[in-house]
């Protein structure tokens, strides 16, 4: 079954063009009527003016060519954006919030537009402004409030319709924080200002249900009156002492957090405590720059971490109200997320209320509840009492129902799907999951058979109800399923057990270049991608583990890798559209997805082989040669730093030294003559079991820090009594490879590292945290002029003993860095080498090609002014 049975989705087929634009010709009949009518409109209002333009204007020569211009113009902007618009208006497109408009809602904007309305008095727009207040009943209404002023228990809907979600956030911050003043301001006109003859009789509520005398009343209760008292005041002033409503403005005026701003009225009621706001950790950006932007500060906004559905956790919430109520400071909000756009969550706003009943019964603490229901409050119009709005049966319930229904399809295959080069792991766990099994238990792949077999094979229609029960419990609350991928290794190391068949990618970083891979398939990314050529548009976002806390964690326990500190990739589909979508359809779909991810499988193992690969080394010193290996982030045996020492045969030696005379800036690089297994022989080396290389071996791996290093910017520091170098440590992508050759050291540093020099030493640049020039850019051509390394740089510098053995792996390289053997200046000398573009280049990642869509935007500039021919 889907959500609408037999013919009843009929009408709603009428109210959309289609993704073949079936229902076009009504959609430009609707639009001639409108046209037809705007005609007499305008023809009748005073038919006996004057025509405009004058006749013969319209047969004018330069009237004609502004009219032709123009019509191109109109002609190349609608072609551009037919060729590079997404097709949100097909049930492939996936990806955002965001799906076909109906055809009277653009009828209606068309309409409208054309009358000027400008709302700001019904002078202006009689007849907008009363379609826009009738309109604002039917979406209350529509969203489940009361809209009959006869119901006086409950209260009567008002607001307007803002012009997104971040400026309704920051009304509703503007909202608590008034609300949160606005007995401070009304004490303070009470003992000193217009109101103080109402000052010993005025009682009010006070947080707890006592009634107090309000000049009596303390800071902590006028900072937690319930806000249905605080919004009552003006009535109870009314009622009881005749204030009007323009006495009491003025009465306010001169205390109003608007006219003396927080800090007057914190530091008059000696307020040393800043109220909080109080989130959960994944909150959308908004509102902590609508905190900053109503003076709270964005500090003071209090984020909660997130359980393992990326909710709020109300216990860890339970936990911080009880710490502000010991503590005596108040807070204006707690947010409920009801529906956040990357996981499609829903928190529970009736517990949240229950807090609040809680903390005002036992604590005196009060605060506002705000339910953030940009995306989820759509869904309120599935709920039985809204299944019809106006004379349409069905209504947006019907649209978003089948909407639902495509989402929770779609849900079953990304917890199902499992090749054998990858699989997929839904962030919203499954039953087992729920109950203590793991992703790859038995328990799971049980669950997981029971959906292959009772939904992704049968028909919509063949769906039994127990299935239909089943399937509702997968994927998130609302119509969004993040998901994650992970792929599989192909042939085995048996030898040495470190690989079987089949085995997981246990690297996260590998994981998310995956799927970086497999997004870039589904999405548009450039001006030039050719729509034509996305068979389904899918987008992605990261799991911060700042923010998401043990639930990235647990996620990354479930995809099978190694906990990180760092973002995790993760893939979303957002259903919007309300077509029908049958079983073919959607699996077709899927193995589309499969064989895309499966390709892209075989990069991630490209670069991660063993193998036999040309090497290049940078040569350093004379007396005696060190080679460093010019690694890469992206082709697994160059994976890692690795410094040698080397004797070079006399015919080589004789040629590099005539080399350095010659050229003695220049970076030289010896290059391997076959692809060598550098692995192999690197092990054997730290191993002595060769015979290829002599000398000694710095290694270590590249596993990437969770951030950049905070005090200082490391260097490995090697050489000999008379010749010392640098190499920088490359402990997170991307970076830069920075080299020196021969550094001459402060003499009293020269002369207390010398003993410890042959065991391999990390010097640290005292005056320059890595974390401040990092990112740094890619491409060598983009490195400036004034670049702080470069030649005859002197740096303040610190020289440590390695903690970490020779041929260790990161992460962690510098943990344990302690007890420096000294302190001084660097100077680096004439051999100085700096290369962002080798160890970021990524030889798999697809060609990008600059956008054109500028240059077509430019044209049409051209075309309106009559200096481009068009084709």
Partial sequence: MSFVKGNEFHAINSYFIGPKAANLPDFRANV???????????????????????????????????????????????????????????????????????????????????????????????????????????????????????????????GHLTADGTIANLESIWVARNLKFYPLSLFQAVKEGKLKFIADTFEVENCKGDL??????????????????????????????????????????????????????????GIDKPAQYMIGKTHHYSWPKGAALMGLGSGNMTEIDVDLDACIDTTLLQEKLHECAREGQGVYAVVAIVGSTEEGAVERLSEILELRKKFQKDYGLSFLVHADAAWGGYFATMLE???????????????????????????????????EDFICVPFNRLGPERMGYGFRSKEVEEEKQWFRDNVLEKENKDITAEAMDRLRELGSDLNINAFALNWKHKGSRSQNGQLQEGELNRNMEEANYLMKRVVEKFSVTTGETNKTDIPLFLTSTKFKPELYGKCAQVFM???????????????????????????????????????????????????????????????????????????????????????????????????????RNRYPRDAIILESL????????????????????????????????????????????????????????????????????????????????RPHLPEGLILTLSSIPEVSVQPC??????????????????????????????????????????NPIGSGTMTLGNHVDVDAEEVNHNPADCLRIDPTPWQDFDRIGDILDGTYDCP
């Fill in 385 to 419: 009492r809204d299944m019809t709005i106006g004379l349409n049966p069905g209504g947006y319930g019907m649209l978003l129902g089948e909407a639902a229904f495509t989402s929770a399809r779609l849900s079953a295959y990304w917890a199902t799907i499992e090749t």
């Fill in 32 to 158: 001639n009527i409108v046209l037809g009518e705007l005609l007499e409109t305008r023809q009748r209002y005073f038919p006996n003016d004057a025509d405009y333009p004058p006749k013969g204007v319209r047969e004018s020569l330069p009237f004609q060519q502004v009219r032709d211009n123009f019509s191109n113009a109109i002609q190349q902007v609608a072609r551009m954006l037919g060729d590079r618009s997404i097709p949100f208006w097909s049930p492939r497109y996936e990806a955002h919030v965001c799906a076909d408009l109906t055809m009277p809602s653009m009828l209606g904007y068309f309409m409208t537009m054309l009358y000027n309305p400008n709302n700001v008095a019904l002078e202006t727009s009689p007849c907008t402004t009363v379609a826009e207040q009738r309109a604002g009943k039917q979406l209350s209404e529509l969203f489940g409030y009361n809209t009959d002023e006869r119901k006086k228990n409950l209260p009567l809907a008002w």
């Fill in 557 to 659: 326990d479930r995809l099978g890798l190694d906990r990180s500190h760092q973002d995790l990739f993760v893939l979303r589909n957002v259903v919007m559209s309300p077509l029908p979508t049958k079983k073919d359809f959607i699996a077709g779909l899927m193995r589309t997805f499969e064989e895309v991810t499966n390709e892209e499988v075989k990069f991630c193992r490209d670069r991660n082989k063993r193998g036999n690969r040309q090497v290049q080394f940078l040569m350093q010193g004379t007396d005696e040669v060190f080679l460093v290996l010019q690694g890469s982030f992206h082709i697994a045996p160059l994976r890692q730093q690795l410094i040698l020492t080397a004797e070079l045969d006399s015919n080589l030696q004789q040629h590099y030294a005539e080399l």
């Fill in 674 to 753: 076959d692809e060598i297994a550098l692995e192999d022989k690197v092990e054997n080396l730290a191993h002595d079991r060769t015979q290829d290389f002599q000398g000694r071996i710095h290694r270590k791996g590249h596993v990437h820090d969770p951030t950049y290093p905070q005090q200082y910017m490391p260097f490995y520091l090697y050489g000999s009594a008379k010749e010392k170098h640098i190499s920088h440590m490359l402990l997170r992508a991307p970076n830069i490879a920075l080299s020196a050759s021969n550094v001459a050291l402060s003499p009293e540093l020269d002369q207390a590292i």
């Fill in 212 to 269: 107090r005398l309000f000049k009596d009343m303390s800071t902590w209760e006028l900072l937690n009156l319930r806000p249905e008292t605080i919004l009552e005041l003006p009535e109870a002033l009314k009622q009881q002492f005749n204030i009007s409503d323009q006495f009491l403005e003025e009465a306010l005026k001169e205390y109003s957090i608007q006219t003396a701003g927080k800090d007057a009225l914190e530091k008059y009621h």
């Fill in 777 to 818: 850019m890619i491409k060598n051509q983009d490195i400036p002029p004034y670049f702080f390394f470069q030649r005859k740089k002197q740096f303040k510098v610190t020289v440590w003993r390695d903690p970490r053995s020779p041929i260790a792996e990161g992460p962690g390289l510098l943990e344990g860095l302690r």
